[in-house]
């Protein structure tokens, strides 16, 4: 009795043929996007911390319930990684690849395998943010080794990043211009 032998099947062409042509995102569109995400993080983990301040009637000040030290500083302390991991995969996945900072900058990530980013995509991409730091952040500049403009965290997560931004076209005027000899006459 023979064996039959397995083969690969590609899971859907039909999704890296739709994707085939799209500019990419240059690299200080995609930095510039980062640096946006990283400030609305940080205002969001403030507005967030506002939770944990108390006023004091008495003094009227305003202090940090049971004295909590609350402070974003990325890498310091833990509850700020997490913070982080959890606006870039909740901003990912509830916008379907566009974050703030991506959207102000024309970008979107867009998934090489699905029509939609889902939610275990954006939490690998999220934590693919910390692989492509770790060596000095050269996961970051792969972008400019490989030619489909792919990172490590792009990479974890079968993604690329696009850009949005489309050329409009001068429009003709529609009124005609008169003749300046008609005019006098």
């Not at 305003?62 to 700020?80: C, Q, R, T």
């Not at 030619?147 to 005609?176: G, L, Y």
């Given at each position: 009795?023979?064996?039959?032998?397995?083969?690969?099947?590609?899971?859907?062409?039909?999704?890296?043929?739709?994707?085939?042509?799209?500019?990419?995102?240059?690299?200080?569109?995609?930095?510039?996007?980062?640096f946006?995400?990283?400030?609305?993080?940080?205002?969001?983990?403030?507005?967030?911390?506002?939770?944990?301040?108390?006023?004091?009637?008495?003094?009227?000040?305003?202090?940090?319930?049971?004295d909590?030290?609350?402070?974003?500083?990325?890498?310091?302390?833990?509850?700020?990684?997490?913070?982080?991991?959890?606006?870039?995969?909740?901003?990912?996945y509830?916008?379907?690849?566009?974050?703030?900072?991506?959207?102000?900058?024309?970008?979107?990530?867009v998934?090489?395998?699905?029509?939609?980013?889902?939610?275990?995509?954006?939490?690998?991409?999220?934590?693919?943010?910390?692989?492509?730091?770790?060596?000095?952040?050269?996961?970051?500049?792969?972008?400019?080794?490989?030619?489909?403009?792919?990172?490590?965290?792009?990479?974890?997560?079968?993604?690329?990043?696009?850009?949005?931004?489309?050329?409009?076209?001068?429009?003709?005027?529609?009124?005609?211009?008169?003749?300046?000899?008609?005019?006098?006459?």
């Amino acid at each position: 009795m023979a064996q039959k032998i397995k083969r690969y099947q590609s899971p859907d062409s039909s999704r890296s043929e739709a994707l085939i042509g799209k500019p990419l995102a240059s690299f200080l569109q995609r930095a510039i996007a980062l640096f946006f995400d990283f400030i609305a993080a940080g205002l969001s983990f403030g507005m967030l911390s506002i939770l944990f301040i108390k006023f004091d009637d008495w003094t009227g000040l305003f202090s940090l319930k049971e004295d909590l030290h609350i402070e974003f500083s990325f890498f310091e302390n833990w509850y700020s990684v997490i913070w982080l991991v959890l606006y870039f995969t909740f901003s990912v996945y509830l916008s379907n690849g566009l974050t703030l900072g991506k959207k102000l900058c024309r970008i979107k990530i867009v998934s090489l395998v699905h029509e939609r980013i889902n939610l275990f995509h954006a939490f690998e991409r999220a934590i693919g943010y910390g692989a492509s730091t770790l060596e000095f952040g050269f996961g970051f500049f792969q972008f400019f080794i490989r030619p489909d403009r792919r990172t490590i965290h792009d990479r974890i997560a079968e993604t690329i990043v696009i850009s949005t931004a489309t050329k409009k076209k001068k429009k003709k005027s529609s009124k005609k211009r008169k003749d300046p000899v008609e005019k006098a006459s």
